[in-house]
């Protein structure tokens, strides 16, 4: 066991990785989660950046429905030995490529030590010339989520004006403070009539989390109610690229420009160590 965790290591250890892994999570489902994953990622490869998106909601994986993907094989189909990393990545527009999970990062705790070694040698090579990694966690505060929001770099909570997205939103910050995961959260308001109810939003809820939390509130900005995007999702294509002009598509490409302007130290394979520490 011990030199199947030394081999682990060396394989981190020999690829160091410029890369930003942001994992997006809520406290509750039906806040436009995903729908931000897949915009935000898609703004950031217009301007040319590499991107990856890993579709880790086990519950309503779906990122590849919204960009009009059919994927053949999932992370899953990769630790059953049925087919290579490569063959169930989807190449989507602007520099996007996705890693759709199945149920494959509920797999993960149970890998033998040959299949971790070949699952992070595999994930090492992939994301090699990756520069940002955006992954789609599930709603909630459940052990998965968790488990992969404490693998990220950046975490982005994203919540609603409606009362009971503040209070789970809340209650998945709190966690994540308690739980010492991450010491400090991006916060993006969906769903804002306004950039007045977007900065309410805010101070309601940093009034909370400033008070009785341990942890710092980032706002990263909000992204409009705007009917644009419900008509994108029914089209299978993301705002940004049906409707670039709309007060939506405006924001996702504000928040990458946020991201962007960001003086983030080179990551020295962080993402693969925290990602080790889910094998236990």
Do not use: W
């Amino acid at each position: 066991m011990s030199d199947q965790a030394g081999r682990l290591r060396e394989l981190v250890a020999t690829g160091v990785l410029p890369l930003r892994a942001l994992a997006v999570a809520s406290g509750k489902g039906g806040v436009g989660k995903t729908n931000l994953v897949v915009n935000l990622a898609l703004a950031l490869g217009l301007r040319g950046r590499r991107v990856v998106v890993l579709d880790g909601d086990l519950g309503l994986a779906n990122v590849d429905v919204m960009l009009g993907l059919c994927p053949r094989y999932s992370l899953y189909d990769v630790l059953k030995g049925e087919c290579r990393l490569e063959d169930a990545v989807l190449e989507g527009p602007a520099n996007l490529r996705l890693i759709p999970a199945g149920s494959g990062i509920a797999e993960l705790a149970d890998l033998d030590g040959g299949q971790r070694v070949q699952l992070v040698n595999s994930l090492r090579r992939f994301l090699a010339g990756a520069e940002f990694l955006l992954i789609d966690t599930g709603a909630g505060i459940g052990r998965g989520v968790m488990s992969l929001l404490s693998t990220a770099d950046e975490v982005i909570v994203v919540v609603t004006p409606e009362p009971t997205s503040l209070a789970d939103g809340y209650a998945l910050i709190k966690v994540l403070g308690q739980g010492r995961l991450h010491s400090r959260v991006n916060l993006v308001v969906n769903r804002a009539e306004s950039a007045a109810e977007a900065q309410q939003v805010l101070r309601r809820l940093a009034l909370v989390v400033n008070r009785f939390l341990d942890i710092e509130l980032r706002y990263l900005g909000f992204v409009y109610n705007d009917p644009a995007v419900p008509k994108a999702v029914a089209r299978q294509q993301p705002v940004v690229l049906s409707h670039p002009h709309s007060r939506a598509a405006r924001q996702f490409n504000y928040l990458a420009g946020r991201l962007l302007e960001e003086e983030v130290p080179p990551q020295d394979g962080g993402f693969m160590r925290r990602l080790l520490r889910l094998f236990g």
